[in-house]
């Protein structure tokens, strides 16, 4: 997801497919990339080892702090990672220190994420639902940033935008985390564009994806995109004046890779969902948004419509072949984050429905429960 949100394109065309074994190319250009040749200075601060520098989205930023090492680890299935006002506070001297000289930001928090151990005082204030409690806890820590960016005298305008990688599926589904299944829990996240005179505020129903943020920057900046871009400038619906419908890919393989089991592509055309596995689903989000009610079975001619759109979109997919080698450190530091749990497992000609994440899913409780008892 840090990929497509940093390069307007999907894995189809960018090739980064997990967390482990893949590396951004070097010639797919990013929005950093990008800003330093028109004059930024530019800077990441990253909060947890899953943006390492090693995996290739440092290129194209003059400072590129990936230094967690300093966090408090949790035990055997947790690495350390960088408290959220840590993170803030080295992006905010940054900031400071920059001048004159347009500047880009890519700040990353790893709130919220499992396990759910917010500190003090939102433990206590959320004590029974700890997700929310780091919710409260990131937004907290970006507080003073965005009043510094927002509020500060004498400040250039500053476009700020806010967006997750993922949601999480607390249980729907029967997903606790992320990464398995694609339905709206871990799909659906927040999209927030601010600039103050520039963008009236204003709440957009449209569904947008984060393919779309690269040119929409680039709009702003009255800067052209790379050609050619699976995102397009959202600038328009900003200003109040819809899209055209517009399909959308998405796609979660960590379970195929790392267990062998089906991978799992979909996509999103106008109000249905159609999600290509053994045991095929339709949703129609607009009358069903919680996708209780599958349509698959009863709606032929969608499923045949809604395949024959995702196969077009994959025409030019070379596949989800790990194409590097992680050394026994790195994916020790990627199982201790919850990822790579079993690296290595072989793809596949054909998957049943024994192979369905919809199948195996208990699997992957079970596996949450024992990490949590241990």
């Given amino acids: 997801s840090h990929v497509n949100i940093l390069t307007g394109r999907y894995p189809t065309e960018h090739g980064v497919r997990d967390n482990a074994g893949f590396r951004v190319p070097k010639e797919t250009p990013t929005l950093a ?27 194209g930023f003059d ?30 001297r940054w900031i400071e220190a920059a001048g004159a000289q347009p500047w880009f930001v890519f700040l990353h928090l790893y709130e919220p994420h499992a396990p759910y151990e ?35 005298q004498a400040r250039r305008p500053t476009l700020v935008v806010l967006t997750s990688d993922h ?9 606790e985390t992320h990464g398995i299944f694609a339905y709206e829990s871990t799909l659906r996240v927040p999209l927030v564009l601010y600039a103050a005179g520039l963008l009236r505020p204003r709440v957009v129903a449209q569904p947008v994806r984060h393919v779309d943020i690269v040119p929409t920057v680039l709009d702003l900046l009255d800067l052209d995109p790379p050609a ?25 393989l960590s379970a195929s890779l790392d267990r062998g089991w089906a991978p799992l592509h979909g996509i999103v055309s106008g109000p249905f969902k159609y999600i290509d596995l053994p045991i095929p689903e339709i949703y129609d989000l607009e009358q069903d948004p919680k996708e209780q009610t599958d349509l698959a079975g009863r709606q032929a001619a969608d499923r045949d419509r809604l395949g024959a759109r995702l196969s077009a979109i994959r025409a030019a997919d070379q596949g989800a072949t790990r194409t590097t080698r992680e050394d026994s450190a790195t994916l020790e530091r990627l199982r ?18 024994a192979d369905d994440p919809k199948t195996l899913i208990a699997l992957d409780r079970r596996e949450t429960e024992i990490l949590r008892l241990f």
Wanted: charge should be neutral; avoid cysteine; proline fraction near 7%.
């Fill in 33 to 59: 990339t990008l800003l330093k040749a028109h004059g930024f200075r530019t800077a990441a601060f990253v909060s947890a080892f899953v943006l390492d520098s090693r995996f290739g989205l440092d290129r």
């Fill in 167 to 175: 949601g999480e599926g607390l249980g729907e589904h029967g997903e």
């Fill in 336 to 353: 201790a984050l919850g990822y790579a749990a079993a690296v290595g497992a072989s793809a596949r000609a054909h998957y049943g429905r």
């Fill in 63 to 92: 400072i590129y702090d990936d230094r967690v090492e300093g966090g408090q680890g949790r035990g055997a299935f947790a690495m350390p990672e960088r408290a959220a006002p840590a993170t803030v506070a080295a992006a905010a």
């Fill in 118 to 152: 917010p500190p003090e005082p939102f433990a206590s204030r959320f004590r029974n639902a700890p997700y929310r409690g780091e919710v409260a806890a990131a937004d907290a820590a970006l507080g003073q940033l965005l009043r510094t960016l927002t509020e500060g």
């Fill in 228 to 252: 050619p871009l699976d995102g397009r400038s959202l600038l328009p619906l900003a200003a109040g004046r819809p899209l055209p419908a517009v399909d959308s890919y998405f796609e979660a």
